[in-house]
Nanobody, 115 residues
């Protein structure tokens, strides 16, 4: 089974950037889609980016144009480039499969956007 470890979060000012990484202990090459999710306090986890095995990506309007997801199957790693960050982006960010059954959620990485 695939185990996931997120990293790269931190405190950043509005308008700043962060690059998150999701390292998988197993191969992700056979997984059709991988995604990034976030969960803010008091809110449900939401999908913010998804990428297929063929490289197609999709984003909700809330992050479209600001976030970019990428995957490196050889490194079993998924990335999330986050630009023009806003305070409402503050959340714990997780990776997992984008569609279908989920693997065990990792600890996530905290992203805080604040002045």
């Amino acid at each position: 089974q695939v185990q996931l470890v997120e990293s790269g979060g931190g405190l950043v000012q509005p308008g700043g950037s962060l690059r998150l990484s999701c390292a998988a202990s197993g191969s992700i090459s056979s997984i059709y889609s991988m995604g990034w999710y976030r969960q803010a306090p008091g809110k449900q986890r939401e999908l913010v980016a998804i990428i297929t095995s063929g490289g197609s990506t999709n984003y909700p309007n809330s992050v479209k144009g600001r976030f970019a997801i990428a995957r490196d199957n050889a490194k079993n790693t998924v990335y999330l480039q986050m630009n023009s960050l806003k305070p409402e982006d503050t959340a714990v960010y997780y990776c997992n499969t984008g569609l279908g059954p989920k693997v065990t959620w990792g600890q996530g990485t905290q992203v805080t956007v604040s002045s």
